[in-house]
């Protein structure tokens, strides 16, 4: 089954800062989306973009696919110091199919 | 919209006991929840995909007859553990599945903090 990995692993940023994080994937899929881990809780669904997509916004928060290269990256814009969390991409092949998750990226951001 | 609960949120039992979560869609119907399971500073490995109605479907590694899954409604999936033991602590997470604007999108749970003793 395909594996999602991320980079970096840890970032570690000041307030105001960009945070620019990355995922490959090793097959075709059908949609990548982006969720946000706060230590020891549930994930937050932060943005889908298809596959048929190359750019997506949602406030803060820019995805990039490239298909080609099997990779997306997640841009958060001005981070705040609540935006520290894990950050996990996941992947799916079909409509509705399980998702894979990447290993994911643990941002810190220091105010 | 599109809130799962799940409960217990934490739970610590004793080895050789069984454990029961819940997970709930509380405002949308999911024909299709799934169970994940994450150990510390790791990622969510998928253990099972249930289905209302029909057995669950298991990811390979996964034992299910220790790990028994029950899609007794659209609402409603719960995960039990059985004769649990200190390597089966861990964060389950389950998520429900809904059709968003033509786009299967996956709510997820707040987890729920297994430790065995």
């Known amino acids: 089954s395909q594996q999602g990995e991320e980079d970096p692993q840890a970032l570690s940023i000041q307030e105001g800062e960009n945070a620019t994080m990355n995922c490959s994937y090793k097959t075709s899929i059908n949609n990548l989306q982006w969720y946000r881990q706060n230590s020891g809780r549930g994930l937050v669904h932060l943005i889908l973009?298809?596959?048929?997509?190359r750019e997506k916004h949602s406030g803060r928060l820019r995805v990039t696919l490239d298909t080609s290269k099997k990779s997306s990256s997640l841009l958060i814009t001005a981070s705040r110091a609540a935006d520290t969390a894990s950050y996990f991409c996941?992947?799916?092949?079909?409509?509705?199919?399980?998702?894979?998750f990447g290993e994911g990226t643990q941002l810190t951001v220091n105010p | 919209g599109a809130v799962v609960s799940q409960h217990p949120s934490w739970v610590i039992c004793k080895s050789g006991t069984s454990v029961k979560i819940e997970c709930r869609s509380l405002d949308f119907q999911a024909t299709t929840m799934f169970w994940y399971r994450q150990f510390p500073k790791q990622s969510l490995m998928l253990m099972a995909t249930s289905n209302e109605g029909s057995k669950a479907t298991y990811e390979q590694g996964v034992e299910k007859d220790k790990f028994l899954i029950n899609h007794a409604s659209l609402t409603l999936s719960t995960l039990t553990v059985t004769s649990a033991h200190p390597e089966d602590s861990s964060f389950y997470i389950c998520?429900?599945?809904?059709?968003?604007?033509?786009?299967?999108?996956?709510?997820f749970g707040p987890g729920t903090r297994l430790l065995v003793l």
């Open positions: 973009i298809r596959s048929n997509e």
């Open positions: 996941a992947t799916d092949v079909t409509r509705g199919s399980r998702l894979t």
């Open positions: 998520s429900a599945s809904r059709d968003s604007g033509g786009f299967e999108t996956q709510y």
